[in-house]
């Protein structure tokens, strides 16, 4: 079997919405990219370029082709999601540490609990290591109809890490087509929610054709009438009549060409998958499946072997509904049984190994990560200037209307001409700075001057000093916000910001008087 191998650098956060476990309140991530994610980049890029989309239409939305998850990488190592079924003491500990395993032992100690594997593992040497997903959060303002305002979280996947997935195909799937979709990740790709707000933006860093099948060090190779199979992915099987069942026992055994099976212990958790379909502008119906991460132990009851081979082929078409979003990816596991330890994976090792890899990837694409700097950036004056406007409001006391509606007015005129704008500027407050002065000289007028100094010291301070940004949010991706902003679009944000701030001051003061 062919399959093509895709790794990701999200160069941007990344939000792709969990329905499931989003509250009143608090929008949560997804932390992989699901193979529904990347089966609609590639459908809506071929949709575009290719004249026969529908015939290659037909394919995408097979069983032929199946999009997998891509889940987080780790020093150049791609993970899985992490294994049920463990349970440890109470016990802090740093470095390995015993754990137990309740469905090769059918029973634990007293006073165990599960064990904390994080979201992701990779199992090698009987030790489990385990590792998360970097997350974080924003504080939005939800503004509804009649000015009703609501305070909401979302969360989202932090900029810099890698994700490697896969995509899938049968012999009868053409090469030709199988390049097109290559072709589709050779570029800054988008994924997720928010992409306007810069958020998903994404460089495919490996994408190469291969022969086999993904974790392939990872399976079984060996026949046996005893075998441990691992969701890969979230799964269920439908019965006779059609209707979800979990785990087919009959449906599995005769996939596997062989006799009657038998479930000795297994250890899950169930979750409820919804989605949305955009041709249909609606919610797709919700399935209860068995969760990613999922073991089952499993025997044949007449004793008999089943080949290797049959295991293999079963793994490379999955079992279960909605095989092309992704789901029902399995593993048959050759050595669960001897997992006896767990390791936090050395993030300072493997971080440092994926960043070091991805800078030195980016720095062959300096265009792209100024671009994708330059969105993360720009979102962040924008929802800078927003809190400076509420927290730092203009006070109109000294300051003459009519003064105010000529600087408000060039401001407005002169925005995209910058130059020209901080000239006339300039110009317009050293006169009056002299008249005023004139005037304190030969008449008992108290001097205006507090639009003078309000106006220089926009026009002469850093934007970033202006609006109090955090040193540690200057920069993005590397690049701090006077390497991706030309003067003299950081002076025509200044512009802006006195033409709200003005806007804001008139509004409040009207407001006041009614």
């Known amino acids: 079997m062919r399959y093509l191998e895709l790794e990701f650098c999200n160069m941007a956060p990344l939000r792709i919405g969990d329905d499931d476990t989003s509250q009143q309140g608090q929008a949560n991530t997804l932390t992989y990219i699901p193979g529904s994610t990347v089966r609609g980049l590639v459908v809506n890029k071929l949709r575009e370029t290719e004249e026969d989309f529908e015939d290659i239409k037909k394919l995408l939305f097979s069983d032929k082709i199946r999009f997998m998850n891509a889940y987080v990488n780790r020093g150049g190592r791609a993970l899985i999601p992490s294994l049920k079924g463990f349970y440890e003491d109470k016990k802090a500990a740093e470095g390995k540490k015993k754990i137990e395993n309740a469905v090769v032992n059918k029973t634990v100690s007293p006073g165990t609990k599960r064990a904390a594997l994080g979201h992701y593992c990779y199992p090698k040497d009987g030790c489990i290591l385990y590792s998360d997903v970097a997350l974080g959060e924003n504080l939005n303002i939800n503004r509804g109809r009649e000015g009703e305002k609501t305070v909401f979280r979302s969360q989202y996947i932090r900029q810099g890490?890698?994700?490697?997935?896969?995509?899938?195909?049968?012999?009868?799937?053409?090469?030709?087509?199988?390049?097109?979709?290559?072709?589709?990740?050779?570029?800054?790709?988008?994924?997720?929610?928010?992409?306007?707000?810069?958020?998903?933006?994404?460089?495919?860093?490996?994408?190469?054709?291969?022969?086999?099948?993904?974790?392939?060090?990872?399976?079984?190779?060996?026949?046996?009438?005893?075998?441990?199979?691992?969701?890969?992915?979230?799964?269920?099987?439908?019965?006779?009549?059609?209707?979800?069942?979990?785990?087919?026992?009959?449906?599995?055994?005769?996939?596997?060409?062989?006799?009657?099976?038998?479930?000795?212990?297994?250890?899950?958790?169930?979750?409820?998958?919804?989605?949305?379909?955009?041709?249909?502008?609606?919610?797709?119906?919700?399935?209860?499946?068995?969760?990613?991460?999922?073991?089952?132990?499993?025997?044949?009851?007449?004793?008999?072997?089943?080949?290797?081979?049959?295991?293999?082929?079963?793994?490379?078409?999955?079992?279960?509904?909605?095989?092309?979003?992704?789901?029902?990816?399995?593993?048959?596991?050759?050595?669960?049984?001897?997992?006896?330890?767990?390791?936090?994976?050395?993030?300072?090792?493997?971080?440092?190994?994926?960043?070091?890899?991805?800078?030195?990837?980016?720095?062959?694409?300096?265009?792209?990560?100024?671009?994708?700097?330059?969105?993360?950036?720009?979102?962040?004056?924008?929802?800078?200037?927003?809190?400076?406007?509420?927290?730092?409001?203009?006070?109109?006391?000294?300051?003459?209307?009519?003064?105010?509606?000529?600087?408000?007015?060039?401001?407005?005129?002169?925005?995209?001409?910058?130059?020209?704008?901080?000239?006339?500027?300039?110009?317009?407050i050293s006169h009056w700075e002299d008249k005023d002065s004139r005037r304190k000289d030969h008449s008992s007028k108290e001097r205006q001057d507090a639009l003078h100094s309000y106006v220089r010291e926009i026009l002469e301070r850093e934007l970033p000093d202006i609006l109090e940004i955090p040193q540690t949010e200057r920069q993005a991706l590397g690049l701090s916000v006077s390497q991706v902003f030309s003067k003299e679009e950081l002076t025509r944000r200044k512009l802006q910001l006195m033409i709200r701030q003005i806007r804001y001051a008139n509004r409040e003061a009207r407001e006041y008087e009614d």
């Open 161 to 428: 890490q890698s994700f490697s997935g896969a995509i899938t195909f049968d012999d009868s799937v053409e090469m030709d087509l199988i390049q097109k979709i290559q072709a589709v990740f050779s570029h800054v790709v988008y994924l997720g929610n928010n992409r306007h707000g810069g958020y998903g933006a994404c460089r495919c860093v490996k994408k190469e054709i291969r022969e086999g099948i993904p974790y392939e060090e990872l399976r079984a190779k060996a026949d046996r009438n005893r075998f441990y199979m691992v969701l890969l992915s979230n799964m269920t099987m439908r019965d006779q009549y059609g209707q979800p069942a979990g785990l087919d026992l009959e449906a599995l055994a005769k996939k596997l060409g062989c006799g009657p099976l038998l479930l000795v212990r297994c250890a899950t958790s169930v979750t409820e998958v919804s989605g949305y379909n955009r041709c249909w502008k609606g919610p797709v119906s919700s399935v209860v499946m068995y969760e990613a991460g999922s073991v089952f132990y499993l025997e044949t009851k007449d004793g008999k072997t089943i080949p290797g081979e049959r295991f293999a082929a079963l793994e490379e078409e999955g079992i279960g509904i909605r095989k092309n979003e992704g789901f029902g990816q399995i593993l048959f596991f050759d050595g669960y049984e001897k997992l006896q330890y767990k390791q936090l994976m050395d993030e300072t090792d493997a971080g440092a190994k994926g960043e070091a890899a991805g800078s030195a990837r980016w720095e062959k694409e300096p265009e792209d990560i100024r671009i994708a700097a330059k969105g993360l950036l720009n979102r962040r004056l924008e929802r800078s200037m927003e809190r400076f406007l509420v927290e730092h409001p203009l006070k109109l006391a000294g300051i003459s209307n009519s003064k105010l509606g000529v600087v408000q007015s060039l401001c407005r005129e002169l925005q995209y001409v910058p130059a020209e704008a901080e000239s006339c500027l300039t110009q317009y």
